[in-house]
């Protein structure tokens, strides 16, 4: 669902719904919706802009082995 708000694909795009649902998913250590969280951090969609939180949870995606989270995290935090 939260790629479907992000996008607008079917639905109005709405990126707090996207984060709320984001969120959820990333707390249950869903690897996708981390690196997703934390670009939404990192872009301020959906939410201030944090990069200390979007490098968090970038890198929780990253240690699970998602290749574009560790391209983000190679990318934007290169000394993590």
């Not at 990126?15 to 959820?24: I, S, V």
């Not at 250590?29 to 872009?43: D, E, T």
């Amino acid at each position: 669902l939260g790629e479907m708000y992000l996008n607008g694909a079917g639905v109005d795009r709405d990126d707090k719904l996207a984060f709320d649902h984001f969120q959820q998913a990333a707390q249950g250590k869903h690897a996708l919706a981390q690196y997703l969280l934390g670009v939404m951090y990192a872009k301020g969609w959906g939410v201030k802009p944090d990069m200390v939180q979007a490098i968090s949870w970038c890198d929780s995606a990253a240690r699970q082995g998602l290749p574009e989270a560790q391209t983000w995290m190679a990318k934007y935090a290169p000394r993590h």
